[in-house]
């Protein structure tokens, strides 16, 4: 695992991303979104999107798949810039999300964690969906100006089959 600049200099170094960059300079990052398999090291991705006002248009470069660009299908309806001078480790995250795992004394190993960077109510945010054993997922939020976790929720997959079940 890297930091979140890493990878960004990885992106802009491509020639992919600067023959984008070049045609479409009103261009800007609104979201990230970055896979870490902690049982397949195999299985990482990192993808970074971006948003050409002049073409209404959000375009996602995959880092695993040669920086190759793809046009996004639905546009919300408020999009929202991040900064692209972030500066943040996922070994750090990881070891904020083990701290409160074991606050809660959740006895679980995390498989595989999804973590999107966005832009929410002005403030850059990580939004995580932690898979771990028994079948259940930990849903985070972390500030990311603050450095820390503020939301944190543990979901069993049982409980998700029961709230599908109370909608129908």
Known sequence: MMNFQFYLEKLSDSENFKKFIKENKDAGLVSC??????????DNKQHFDYFVPSMNKIFSFKLEDNYN?????????????ISENLNFDF?????Q???????????????KMLFSVQNV????????????DGLSIIQVKLDLKEMKI???EKKSFFDMIKIIKKKK
């Open 33 to 42: 979104f970055f896979s870490i398999d902690k049982e397949q090291d195999m």
């Open 69 to 81: 660009k793809i046009e996004m299908e639905n546009i919300p309806h408020e999009i929202s810039r």
């Open 91 to 95: 070994n750090e995250i990881e070891k």
């Open 97 to 111: 999300v083990i701290k409160k795992i074991k606050q809660e004394n959740i006895n679980s190993k995390i498989q």
């Open 121 to 132: 109510e002005n403030k850059n945010m990580i939004i995580g969906t932690i898979f771990i």
């Open 150 to 152: 503020i939301e944190f």
